[in-house]
């Protein structure tokens, strides 16, 4: 291949995962992180992931051979487009395709089109016209923002009160934007299950499997996150499953986009609930997804820059997939506070870790008078990996226990589902 200039896009802790990885590769010349947080200082480069343009230029003056683009806005803003027009190779899809994020109501139509077994729902744009339908259909009930609010849009109403009051909160501007229209659909039961695909428009390889931990309290109690934990493989997974979801999901998706004129060339992130009638799609996301990409880049033992290369030119089905059978564990720690008002600035300090199955992966984090400090929500991602779940999640915690982060917030149950009785 040669030596490669790689730019990543973004400061969370799936950007710090991926560099990570890809520092790994032998195929390196250099790598940069736009704009970085403190567990990247090596690599980053001050400029906001939202500005195309000047992402643009640095790309040219830099002459960077690939830029992998890592959070969702600059997606839905159209960086790729912006990217391919100035002649750069990007890993991502196109601003159309990237709707299959940035509108749950297209991504409803495309499933409709796709015939993917999903919720039933309906799209609502007046408050009152909603109110009825959810008074007719009754609860529990699910309420979405149709646009991006960065994994919090969703409400799950449990009685009726709850889901009348979620129609105002939405449609209100509570969400900005992303609540101008709102879509209701049926509530779901099942265990849920992250499955991240490569696809270069054409042909989709799965990464493993992930179990993320959305509520910010223990027992899945308290408000909807980002995401405060995950672990892979979850035990209710099965290569059965797997490929149905590939068959019936993954591949009717990408020929329903690629006959839309819109292929989808990424990381296309499938949130499946399996349910007693089998899987049923949540929701598309059109990129790596935070914090799964944290347990998944500690368990792919293959070069990452070649699958993303060839997912590039459209020859992903040339490339070579490797896993490690070790199960990894991913622990959040976050701002007291969060996910609502939170403090930042708070001074922490890290123990060094040698252990090569241990990472400390940074996402809020910045530097302040040479100081680690936290500079966003969720903070640190722990990751480690064992040879049962039961090992890894020893290990996460013992680092968990040795960091100090004063009143940070983190889940101790995270991954426990996965338990067998008694472990």
């Not at 969370?12 to 995962?17: D, L, P, S, T, V």
């Not at 259909?137 to 979620?166: F, R, S, W």
């Not at 914090?291 to 033992?301: G, S």
């Not at 490690?324 to 123990?351: F, H, S």
Request: with cysteine; charged share 25%; net charge negative.
């Amino acid at each position: 291949m040669g030596k490669k200039r790689v730019l990543i896009v973004g400061n969370g802790g799936r950007e710090h995962a991926l560099a990570w990885k890809l520092a790994q590769s032998p195929e390196i010349e250099r790598l940069f992180v736009a704009p970085g947080n403190g567990g990247t200082l090596l690599w980053n480069v001050a400029i906001p992931a939202q500005d195309i343009a000047g992402l643009v230029e640095f790309a040219l003056q830099e002459k960077i051979d690939l830029t992998v683009v890592g959070p969702e806005d600059p997606l839905s803003l159209g960086i790729v487009d912006a990217f391919q027009e100035a002649g750069l190779r990007i890993f991502g899809p196109s601003q159309a395709a990237a709707q299959l994020e940035g509108s749950k109501s297209f991504a409803k139509l495309i499933m409709e089109s796709a015939k993917i077994p999903t919720a039933a729902w309906e799209t609502f744009e007046e408050a009152e016209l909603a109110k009825a339908y959810i008074r007719t259909v009754g609860a529990p009930i699910v309420l979405k923002a149709d646009g991006l609010a960065a994994g919090k849009g969703v409400i799950v109403a449990m009685d009726i009160e709850t889901a009348l009051q979620a129609v105002d909160e939405i449609l209100d501007g509570g969400f900005g934007a992303a609540g101008k229209k709102l879509v209701i659909e049926e509530f779901l039961e099942g265990q849920e299950v992250s499955l991240l695909c490569f696809s270069d428009g054409v042909t989709a390889y799965p990464m493993v499997p992930v179990q993320d931990h959305k509520r910010a309290l223990e027992g899945d109690l308290g408000l909807n996150t980002g995401g405060m934990g995950t672990y892979s493989p979850p035990p209710i997974w099965t290569t059965e499953i797997e490929a149905e979801v590939m068959r019936d999901f993954v591949a009717p998706t990408l020929e329903v986009m690629r006959e839309r004129g819109t292929p989808f060339q990424g990381v296309l992130f499938l949130g499946l609930i399996l349910t007693e009638q089998g899987p049923k799609l949540l929701e598309y996301n059109a990129r790596f997804g935070d914090p799964e990409t944290q347990v998944v880049m500690k368990r792919l033992k293959s070069d990452l820059l070649p699958i993303l290369w060839a997912c590039t030119e459209g020859r992903l089905s040339e490339a070579q997939l490797e896993w490690n059978e070790d199960v990894a564990v991913c622990v959040v720690m976050a701002a007291p506070g969060y996910p609502l008002a939170y403090a930042k600035g708070i001074p922490i300090r890290l123990p060094e870790v040698k252990a090569q199955d241990v990472v400390i992966y940074h996402a809020g984090t910045g530097i302040s008078e040479e100081q680690l400090v936290s500079a966003g929500g969720r903070v640190l991602g722990i990751t480690a990996e064992g040879k049962t779940l039961h090992e890894a999640r020893e290990k996460a915690y013992a680092i968990v226990d040795q960091i100090d982060f004063p009143k940070a917030h983190f889940r101790r149950d995270i991954g426990v589902k996965g338990l067998a009785p008694g472990q």
